[in-house]
């Protein structure tokens, strides 16, 4: 157990909806990292945020977006959902207390989006 | 932007063998790298990391050695166990920019 948790576990809607995933990171962890699992395109990263704040941006779609609360987890919105948006959404989270990269990254297990 | 090749996509061996498992990269800026084990329906675990002041790590029967002038990292995985059988990846990544890029993944299988 990586101490990551992720809600829900299973996710099956259609085309044209609007989904948030949830993301709850280690205790003490500033950074959560969203990435997409595929199988054509593999781990793909999607977006970092720290603190609260956007911090890099990766292969997201503009009908994607995400956010960290002051509580430190955080959401993914996927929005007018396509049927090659069905993979497996991971978050994990670091602490970069100081962010200087490098740190390990503990993943969740993950999400699995189906689009119908 | 930094991409990362990793070879073989499949690897069988019978348990007590080695397995080798081989990443480049293209970034010379990239200075982490880590290893993950996927199990089926799992998030990835990391199994080990190396950052590029080092040249070799080694836990338990795992090792990872890195070569920074050719730009490539691998995997040695010795007395290989059937609950090593999983998918792994490589990844790497820079110091100011945390995200991983990753590997497409080994499928390791070890046959007892």
């Known amino acids: 157990d990586s101490g990551v948790t992720q809600t829900p576990k299973h996710l099956i809607t259609a085309t044209g909806q609007r989904v948030t995933l949830r993301c709850s990171p280690r205790?003490?962890?500033?950074?959560v990292y969203w990435y997409q699992q595929s199988l054509d395109q593999g781990l793909q990263f999607l977006i970092h945020y720290y603190n609260g704040e956007e911090r890099a941006k990766g292969n997201i779609l503009e009908r994607f977006s995400a956010q960290q609360f002051p509580d430190l987890h955080s959401e993914l919105n996927l929005s007018s959902l396509e049927l090659g948006d069905s993979a497996l959404y991971f978050c994990?989270?670091?602490?970069?207390?100081?962010?200087?990269?490098?740190?390990?990254?503990?993943f969740g297990p993950g999400t699995r989006l189906l689009v119908l | 932007g930094e991409n990362v090749e990793q070879h073989p996509s499949t690897l069988s061996v019978q348990e007590g063998d080695s397995a080798v498992i081989k990443c480049t990269y293209s970034?010379?800026?990239?200075?982490?790298f880590p290893w993950y084990k996927q199990e089926l329906g799992k998030g990835p675990q990391l199994i080990i990391d190396i950052r590029s002041n080092v040249g070799e790590k080694k836990d338990q029967r795992i090792a990872v050695t890195l070569n920074k002038t050719a730009k490539h990292f691998s995997l040695h995985i010795t007395e290989t166990q059937p609950e090593d059988s999983a998918v792994y990846f490589c990844?790497?990544?820079?110091?100011?920019?945390?995200?991983?890029?990753f590997g497409k993944g080994t499928k390791l299988s070890v046959k007892p």
């Open positions: 205790s003490g962890d500033l950074s």
């Open positions: 990844a790497a990544s820079k110091g100011s920019q945390g995200n991983l890029i």
């Open positions: 994990a989270s670091s602490v970069d207390r100081v962010f200087l990269g490098q740190e390990t990254q503990y």
């Open positions: 970034d010379s800026a990239s200075n982490y």
